[in-house]
C-alpha cells in the first residue's frame, strides 16, 4: 500500500514537469513568427530557431544519462530545471539588444535543461507501475504536457504577437525618442513572460529541493550504447519514429501562424461570425486593434489542445487495443487531414491541419514506450537514444522552411506526409507486442 502510494505521489510530481516543459517548447513556436518579423528572416532562417533548441537533445541526451547516473536523479531535476532558468533569463537581454544569436543561445540552454528532464522523466513514468500499462501511464502524462501546449499558443497570442512589429525602414523613420519607446515596448513583450517562467521553476527547484521519489532507475550495465544497439537493433527502428514523428510535429506548429497568413485568413475569420467569436474569446479583446498573426494565432490552442485530448483518450485506448493498432490508425488519419489541408483552402485547409494535432497525441508516448518494451534494465540507456532522435524537431522544420521558400507551403507539406508514412509503417510492424 505505501509503495502505491509513493508511485502515486511520483506520478504526479513528475507529471508537473511535463506540463512545465511542454508550455515552454510550444511558447517558442510563438516566438518564432515575432522574430521572423524583428529580423526579417526568410522561412529557413526562422527554423533555426528549432534547429538551436532541439539540436539540444541530440547533443546532450546521452552525455545526460551519464550525468544523471553520477548525480543522481533528484539532482538531475534541479539542475535541468536551473538550466532551463537560465535559458529563459537570456531573452532577458537578447530582446534587450535585439541580438538573434543570443535568443539562439538562450534556445539552447534552455533546452538542454528539458533534455535533462525528459532523458528520465519518460522511462520513470513507464517503470512506475507494470509493464501493460507503460503506454498508458506515458500518455496520460503526457496529456498534462499537452495541457501545457494548450495553453502556450492563447499566451503567445496575447503576449508575443498581439502588438505590430516594424520593419527597418519604418523604424528608421522614426525620430530618436519614438524609437528607443519601441525598442523598450518591444523588448519587453518577450521579457515579461519569460521572467514569469522563471519565478515558476524557482518555486519548482526548492519544491523538488525537499520531496522524496522512490528510486526505479539504477546505473546503467556496462556496455554501453553500441552494445544496447547491437544486442537490440530495433531500438533504432523506435528512434527513427520519435526523429520523424518530432520533426514533423514541431514543423507543423513552427509554421501555423505563418501558413495561416500565408492563407490570407485574417479576413475570413474576421467576416466569420463563429470563428471571429472563437478569436475574440481566445485573446479576450476586440479584433480591430490586434495584429493579423495575433488573430490566426490564437487558433493554434486547437493543434495543442487536441494533443491533450487524444491523450486523455489514448491513455484509455492504449490500454484496451493493441498500442501500435492505435498508433497505425492514427498515422493514417494524420496523413489524410494533411492531405486535405494541402488540396483545399481557406477555414476547411486551415481546421483540417489544426486537427493534425489530435491524431499527433499518443504517438510519442506509445512510439518510446513499444521501442522499451522488454529492454529490462536496458531502458535507461534505451531513453538516452530516443532522446536524441528528438532531435528531429531541430532537422526536419529547417527543411520543411527551405521547401516552403522554394516550393510554398502546401507543397512542402508532403515532407510531413511523409513523416507519418513512417510513423504508420512502424505501429504497424509493432502492432503485436514484440521484445527483441
Request: proline share 3%; glycine share 8%; aromatic share 14%.
Amino acid at each position: 500500500m505505501n509503495t502505491s502510494k509513493s508511485y502515486r505521489s511520483a506520478f504526479f510530481t513528475i507529471t508537473s514537469l511535463f506540463f512545465l516543459w511542454g508550455f515552454i517548447t510550444v511558447l517558442v513556436d510563438s516566438l518564432i513568427p515575432r522574430l521572423r518579423d524583428v529580423f526579417e528572416l526568410s522561412y529557413f532562417q526562422a527554423g533555426l530557431v528549432q534547429f538551436a533548441f532541439f539540436g539540444a537533445f541530440f547533443l546532450l541526451s546521452i552525455p545526460a544519462g551519464f550525468i544523471l547516473s553520477k548525480i543522481g536523479y533528484k539532482k538531475g531535476i534541479i539542475l535541468g530545471l536551473s538550466l532551463m532558468a537560465i535559458g529563459c533569463l537570456l531573452f532577458y537581454p537578447a530582446a534587450s539588444y535585439r541580438a538573434f544569436s543570443a535568443f539562439l543561445l538562450g534556445y539552447f540552454t534552455l533546452a538542454s535543461g528539458i533534455t535533462i528532464l525528459q532523458v528520465a522523466a519518460n522511462p520513470y513514468v513507464a517503470l512506475l507501475g507494470t509493464e501493460e500499462g507503460a503506454a498508458s501511464r506515458l500518455n496520460l502524462s503526457q496529456a498534462f504536457n499537452s495541457l501545457g501546449t494548450a495553453i502556450a499558443p492563447v499566451v503567445g497570442a496575447i503576449f508575443l504577437l498581439s502588438d505590430t512589429v516594424k520593419s527597418s525602414e519604418e523604424i528608421e523613420m522614426l525620430s530618436a525618442a519614438d524609437k528607443e519607446a519601441y525598442y523598450i515596448s518591444e523588448a519587453s513583450a518577450v521579457q515579461m513572460p519569460f521572467l514569469f517562467i522563471v519565478v515558476f521553476i524557482a518555486l519548482l527547484v526548492i519544491a523538488f529541493a525537499f520531496i522524496k521519489l522512490p528510486k526505479l532507475i539504477e546505473d546503467s550495465p556496462q556496455g554501453g550504447y553500441l552494445t544496447l544497439i547491437a544486442q537490440k537493433p530495433k531500438i533504432l527502428l523506435g528512434a527513427l519514429g520519435i526523429f520523424v514523428y518530432v520533426g514533423a510535429e514541431v514543423a507543423i506548429g513552427s509554421y501555423l501562424v505563418n501558413y495561416f497568413m500565408h492563407m490570407e485568413l485574417v479576413d475570413t475569420i474576421k467576416e466569420t461570425p463563429f470563428m471571429r467569436f472563437l478569436s475574440e474569446t481566445l485573446l479576450g479583446a476586440s479584433l480591430e486593434k490586434k495584429d493579423g498573426k495575433a488573430i490566426v494565432g490564437a487558433f493554434v490552442v486547437f493543434y495543442w489542445s487536441g494533443a491533450m485530448i487524444g491523450r486523455f483518450v489514448g491513455a484509455y485506448l492504449t490500454k484496451i487495443i493493441p498500442p501500435g493498432k492505435v498508433l497505425g490508425i492514427f498515422a493514417t488519419i494524420a496523413i489524410l487531414m494533411i492531405t486535405l489541408s494541402i488540396s483545399t483552402s481557406g477555414l476547411v485547409s486551415m481546421w483540417s491541419i489544426l486537427a493534425v494535432g489530435l491524431f499527433n497525441s499518443i504517438m510519442f508516448p506509445t512510439i518510446f514506450t513499444l521501442a522499451l518494451d522488454g529492454l529490462e534494465d536496458l531502458k535507461a540507456q534505451a531513453s538516452g537514444i530516443l532522446c536524441t532522435a528528438i532531435v528531429g524537431g531541430a532537422i526536419i522544420p529547417p527543411i520543411y522552411g527551405l521547401l516552403t521558400d522554394h516550393i510554398g507551403f502546401k507543397t512542402a507539406l508532403l515532407l510531413i506526409a511523409l513523416c507519418y508514412g513512417f510513423i504508420l509503417y512502424y505501429g504497424w510492424s509493432k502492432r503485436h507486442k514484440e521484445t527483441n
